[in-house]
């Protein structure tokens, strides 16, 4: 394995760790010694690749941003069924983008490091959303989805993610009617 895959690989590891924490305690109660263990990797390691806690919550979020603008900027993403398509494969990929959206404290905290690209996603989002006239209706729309992927993912993928697609789907299109 060349240095960068390595290097990408250990980032990896140690943020799905924080991710499984994060379902166990809260985010205040978690320590760099936790994070390593449930990685099963040294201290050190951590501290090769981050400087923090929040220096882990950034790398997630850049990396589903990142994610989501390459998906988002190609053109097949053009109606509301592909576009929740779309969000349930990118909720099953990046669990913890869900999870940090529904924790006001984390949200917050990301949201002051990575707004520029935070922006750029819902400007994408608002551009394929752009059949609904009212901003309101976006907003709404958005929050349930929100709500229901966040849900979703907390319960470890209960259902497979045809049915909760259909769901979703459904639901914008009686909100549409």
Known sequence: ?????????SRRV??????????RYDYDKITISQIASEANVARNTFYRNFS??????IYMFESSIEDALKTLSSP???????????????????????????????WLLVEKYCQENQYRIFELIEDLNSSTADPFDTIFEQAGMNAVLGHWVQSDFERDEKSVVDFIYSKLRQFEQ
């Open 76 to 106: 097949n993403k053009s109606n509301s069924r592909t576009m929740v398509e779309w969000r349930v494969q990118f909720a099953r990929k990046h669990p913890y983008f869900a999870y940090i959206q529904n924790q006001p404290k984390l």
């Open 1 to 9: 394995m060349k240095r960068a895959e390595q290097v990408e690989h």
């Open 52 to 57: 923090s806690i929040e220096d882990i919550l």
């Open 14 to 23: 140690l943020a799905e760790a924080l991710f499984r924490l994060f379902k």
